[in-house]
């Protein structure tokens, strides 16, 4: 059956090893039906991947500085947004929707400065201006201008961010114990073997129908690592490629194709 071939990732450098292994925990992710019969596998894979990153300080560093920016300015959008239908119907000609935005306006008007606060206060200032909006006093004008999905939407937003913040203090912490890329990549290496073991082993086992476009994937990724380190290293240095050669359906047993360039 196909199989997922060798990969010589002892030769790779950090960022090359977290590149590959977040992309392969993003492609089982999309793809259906793959990751349930071997979750257990996957979820330490996934786990040493997230240590793996955070054990590369600068490149964490960059990372979480990227997605605070990306959850800040979707707060504001969806707060601006809010805030926009409000004023429109401060000039409505239906009387009861031109009150109700009237008297909006006014109980937030201390909330529509936020561009300036740092994710941590963003968050506490988001929570406040949702507690204010569906108090009992509001939740109704609320309704009668249409915002409450707006509102369900910032509530998320605003969710998705305290989890964010909250794993990064987590990992923070773990950061400051002694856990070097070196041994975090150990952990790495060490539960990708485990997983594509365990990948094999199902496929061999169950028959890989549904496995047979990952394994396609996988097997290019990693000759397109060979060629990389062929082309840095010397010919041969990423050992054979495999060309396709594991992914034919009745490709053999003999594993005299295992040519990694040194020992994981």
């Given at each position: 059956?196909?199989?997922?071939?060798?990969?010589?990732?002892?030769?790779?450098?950090?960022?090359?090893?977290?590149?590959?292994?977040?992309?392969?925990?993003?492609?089982?992710?999309?793809?259906?039906?793959?990751?349930?019969?071997?979750?257990?596998?996957?979820?330490?894979?996934?786990?040493?991947?997230?240590?793996?990153?955070?054990?590369?300080?600068?490149?964490?560093?960059?990372?979480?500085?990227?997605?605070?920016?990306?959850?800040?300015?979707?707060?504001?959008?969806?707060?601006?947004?809010?805030f926009r239908v409000i004023d429109g119907y401060k000039k409505s000609r239906i009387d009861e929707k031109r009150r109700a935005a009237i008297s909006l306006w006014a109980a937030g008007s201390g909330f529509r400065k936020c561009r300036n606060l740092s994710i941590e206060n963003l968050m506490q200032d988001t929570d406040l201006f949702i507690q204010l909006l569906e108090s009992d006093i509001y939740k109704e004008k609320v309704s009668l201008l249409g915002l409450t999905d707006q509102l369900a939407s910032l509530k998320t937003i605003n969710t998705e961010s305290a989890e964010f913040v909250n794993k990064k203090i987590t990992q923070a912490g773990l950061r400051n114990r002694p856990r070097k890329p070196e041994l975090t990549r150990i952990d790495l290496c060490k539960a990708y073997e485990e997983l594509v073991d365990e990948l094999n082993s199902y496929t061999r086992r169950n028959g890989n129908d549904k496995y047979f476009d990952l394994f396609i994937w996988w097997n290019a990724m990693i000759d397109e690592y060979r060629i990389k380190l062929s082309d840095r290293y010397g010919k041969n240095a990423g050992g054979k490629l495999d060309s396709g050669k594991s992914n034919t359906p009745f490709p053999g047993d003999s594993g005299g194709d295992d040519d990694r360039p040194v020992i994981e």
């Open positions: 059956m196909a199989k997922i071939q060798s990969f010589p990732k002892s030769r790779l450098r950090n960022g090359e090893l977290l590149d590959a292994a977040k992309a392969i925990v993003l492609k089982m992710n999309n793809t259906d039906g793959v990751v349930e019969p071997v979750k257990s596998f996957f979820d330490i894979f996934s786990t040493c991947t997230d240590d793996y990153a955070y054990s590369i300080v600068k490149r964490s560093v960059n990372e979480y500085t990227a997605e605070v920016k990306r959850l800040k300015n979707e707060n504001i959008d969806n707060r601006s947004v809010i």
